[in-house]
C-alpha cells in the first residue's frame, strides 16, 4: 500500500505543466439544499463565501500579514480563482446556484444521497468541468467533506458543506463563520492531506509543511512546538484551528495542487461553465431551391442541388450549414462561409448527391447561423418535388496515342444493344464522353486496327470508365493488341473500396475457374477468400492453401465480389463469370 502511494506521489511531483505560473479560474454551481426556509441560504451569504475563496486561493486575504515570519519564505498564492457558473452544462444561462428543497432533514457525514435527486439531494454538474459544491444541514457537528480526485464516483465529486460553516454572514455560526471550511476542503478537493499527515508526526506529502504531532484546534501561539520542529503550521489551512486562525497554504501545498489539477482535473481549466450565454440574434433561411428543377431530363444519380440563402438578421451573416438529404437518404451537411448584410442572399452550388428512382422529395435547411440558433426557425427549411430518368452518370475517357486513327471503341449492354461507339479520333487527345446507365452490366471494347495498342510503343494512350459522382474509376486499362474489353456493371458501383486489376484475378472473365498471380501475395501463409454477390450476400467463405486456382464454375453466369485477406490486409475485386 505504502509503496504504491510513494509511485503516485512521484508521479504527481514529476506532472506540472503550469511552469508559467499564470493563474487559473474553476467554474463552481452551489447546490443549496434546504429542509427548513432558514436552510435555503441568501445568494449574499453564498458570494461572501466565493469572495473568501478569491482571497484565500490568491493570498490577498485580510490576515495574511498575520502569518508568523518563520513562514513568510514558504507561503504561497494558489493563483486560483473562482467563477460562479453563468451557463449550464446544456449551454444555457445560469445563475450557478441551484435552490433544491428536501425532505430530508439532515445528512450523515458521506451520504451519498446528497448528490442525487431522486434520493432527497441535487445532482452534480459534469464534475469534470464544475467544482460542485453542496451546502445542506449535515448531523453530528460535521463541517463538511471533500471528494479527493480521482477518489470515487463521478457523481459525488465536489465538496459538501454544512449551511453553518458557509460563507461569512446569515447561516454561519462562530468560530467556522470566516469561510475557511470550505477553502480547507477544496484543499482536499485539490489532493491536499491535513498537515499532520493524519498521524502521529505523519506525511503530508508536502515537503515545506513542518512535520506535526496532530491536529490543532481553536488558535495557537506561534511557536507551538512539536515532532522536534521549530513550531506547528497552525495558521495552515490545512489544520483544525478556528477560521479567525488560519491564513496559509504554503509553496510545496501549492505545487502539489497545480500538479493535482494537472493530472487529474485539467478539465476544469478547458470548461465554458464561466462563459455568459450570449443571446443569439441570428435568422437566416433557404429561399429558393434553384436546382433541381421540378423536370429534369437527366441522370438521377448524382443530384447536385443549388439553393438561395438569405440574412434575415440585422446582424451580419458570416457563417452557416446547409443540411440537404433527397428522398430518405441520409442527410448531408455543407458548410457555408461568407458576409452577408440584412436581406442579402447568395446562391450555393451543393456538393453531388447520390438517388435512385424517378420520382424524389428533397428537403434542405439552413442551420446554425454564425453558430448560434436561429432566433426564427419558420424560415429555414425548403421542400421540392422533382422527377427524373432513372440512370447513373458515367464518364468514359480515352487518351489516344501518336495513331488514333487505328483506334476505334463501342460501348454496349451486355446483350449487345450499342449505346456508343466511335473512331476518326485525334492523336494524343484526351476524350470525355458522359453516359447515363441504368443498373445494368456493360462492356466497352476498344480495337486497334495495326494490333499495337494505345500504349505504351507509339504514345501513352489509356481508357477508364469513371462514376461521374467521387470520381471513382470503376474499370481501368492501358495495354493490349487488337482488342479489349472491359466489363462492369452499375449494380456495384457504390462497392467503392473495389479494385479492378486483371493481373492479380485471371482471368477476369472466365467460365469459372480464376487463377490468382501468386507473386502478390506473401508465400506459405493462407489466404482467406469469400465471394459475395451483388446484394452482398456471402456465397462461401474458404482457406486457399498450396494452390492458386479458384473454382467457381458451379455459380451462374454474373458478377461477383471477391474478397482475398491475407496478414489482416483486405483486397476486394470484381469477378465475372461468363458462361456463354
Ligand atoms: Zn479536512
Not at 506521489?9 to 479560474?25: A, L
Not at 512539536?226 to 501545498?253: E, L, P, R, V, W
Not at 440558433?373 to 452518370?393: H, P, Q, R, V
Request: proline share 3%; with cysteine.
Amino acid at each position: 500500500m505504502e509503496q504504491e502511494r510513494e509511485k503516485i506521489e512521484e508521479k504527481i511531483k514529476q506532472t506540472n505543466q503550469f511552469n508559467s505560473k499564470s493563474s487559473m479560474t474553476i467554474p463552481v454551481v452551489f447546490h443549496v439544499l434546504y429542509n427548513t426556509s432558514a436552510q435555503n441560504i441568501s445568494d449574499a451569504q453564498i458570494m461572501s463565501q466565493l469572495d473568501v475563496l478569491n482571497e484565500d486561493f490568491n493570498r490577498i486575504n485580510s490576515d495574511a500579514f498575520t502569518t508568523p515570519t518563520d513562514f513568510a519564505a514558504i507561503v504561497a498564492s494558489m493563483q486560483i480563482n473562482f467563477c460562479l457558473a453563468k451557463r449550464t452544462p446544456n449551454g444555457t444561462p445560469t445563475t450557478g446556484i441551484i435552490r433544491q428543497q428536501t425532505n430530508t432533514s439532515s445528512f450523515a457525514l458521506y451520504d451519498t444521497s446528497v448528490h442525487y435527486n431522486i434520493l432527497g439531494g441535487s445532482n452534480a454538474w459534469d464534475t469534470r468541468k464544475y467544482l460542485n459544491i453542496w451546502i445542506s444541514n449535515i448531523s453530528g457537528g460535521i463541517l463538511g467533506w471533500a471528494q479527493f480526485p480521482a477518489a470515487g464516483n463521478i457523481n459525488t465529486d465536489g465538496v459538501v458543506i454544512d449551511y453553518r460553516h458557509f460563507g461569512t454572514i446569515g447561516t454561519a455560526i462562530s468560530p467556522y463563520d470566516l469561510g475557511r471550511t470550505l477553502t480547507h476542503e477544496i484543499g482536499h478537493y485539490f489532493n491536499l492531506f491535513h498537515i499532520w499527515g493524519d498521524n502521529n508526526c505523519g506525511n503530508d506529502w508536502v515537503n515545506d509543511t513542518p512535520i506535526q504531532e496532530e491536529a490543532n484546534f481553536g488558535c495557537k501561539t506561534h511557536p507551538h512546538i512539536s515532532c522536534s520542529n521549530s513550531g506547528d503550521m497552525f495558521m495552515n489551512f490545512m489544520d483544525y484551528t478556528n477560521d479567525a486562525c488560519m491564513n496559509s497554504f504554503t509553496i510545496g501545498q501549492r505545487n502539489r495542487v497545480w500538479n493535482s489539477i494537472s493530472m487529474y482535473r485539467s478539465d476544469l481549466l478547458t470548461s465554458d461553465g464561466c462563459i455568459p450565454v450570449i443571446p443569439s440574434t441570428s435568422d437566416a433561411g433557404i429561399i429558393e431551391i434553384v436546382n433541381p428543377i421540378s423536370n429534369m431530363s437527366g441522370c438521377s444519380n448524382p443530384i447536385y442541388p443549388k439553393v438561395i440563402i438569405k440574412n434575415y438578421s440585422a446582424d451580419n451573416l458570416y457563417t452557416s450549414v446547409v443540411k440537404y438529404s433527397v428522398n430518405s437518404s441520409s442527410d448531408h451537411y455543407q458548410y457555408w462561409s461568407g458576409d452577408l448584410s440584412q436581406n442579402e442572399t447568395d446562391t450555393l452550388l451543393l456538393s453531388g448527391i447520390a438517388i435512385g428512382g424517378t420520382s424524389h422529395i428533397i428537403n434542405v435547411e439552413l442551420i446554425q447561423p454564425n453558430n448560434q440558433a436561429d432566433i426564427n426557425i419558420s424560415n429555414n427549411s425548403e421542400s421540392k418535388l422533382f422527377s427524373t430518368e432513372i440512370g447513373t452518370s458515367v464518364n468514359v475517357n480515352i487518351i489516344t496515342d501518336n495513331y488514333a486513327n487505328e483506334t476505334s471503341w463501342i460501348l454496349m449492354e451486355n446483350n449487345g444493344i450499342i449505346i456508343d461507339s466511335g473512331d476518326s479520333l485525334e492523336n494524343n487527345t484526351e476524350y470525355n464522353f458522359n453516359y447515363c446507365l441504368e443498373d445494368r452490366c456493360y462492356k466497352f471494347v476498344i480495337n486497334d486496327s495495326q494490333g499495337d495498342g494505345i500504349c505504351c510503343n507509339y504514345g501513352n494512350g489509356n481508357y477508364s470508365i469513371i462514376k461521374e459522382l467521387n470520381n471513382q474509376v470503376i474499370v481501368t486499362a492501358n495495354q493490349f493488341t487488337f482488342s479489349d474489353t472491359l466489363y462492369f456493371c452499375n449494380t456495384a458501383l457504390s462497392i467503392s473500396e473495389t479494385i479492378i486489376n486483371n493481373n492479380l484475378i485471371y482471368p477476369n472473365p472466365s467460365v469459372g475457374i480464376f487463377f490468382i498471380n501468386n507473386s502478390y501475395f506473401s508465400n506459405d501463409i493462407p489466404i482467406f477468400a469469400k465471394l459475395f454477390d451483388l446484394s452482398s450476400k456471402q456465397l462461401f467463405s474458404e482457406e486457399i492453401k498450396n494452390t492458386s486456382t479458384l473454382n467457381l464454375t458451379n455459380l451462374e453466369s454474373g458478377m461477383y465480389i471477391l474478397k482475398l485477406e491475407q496478414n489482416n490486409i483486405i483486397t476486394t475485386y470484381k469477378v465475372l463469370i461468363d458462361k456463354q
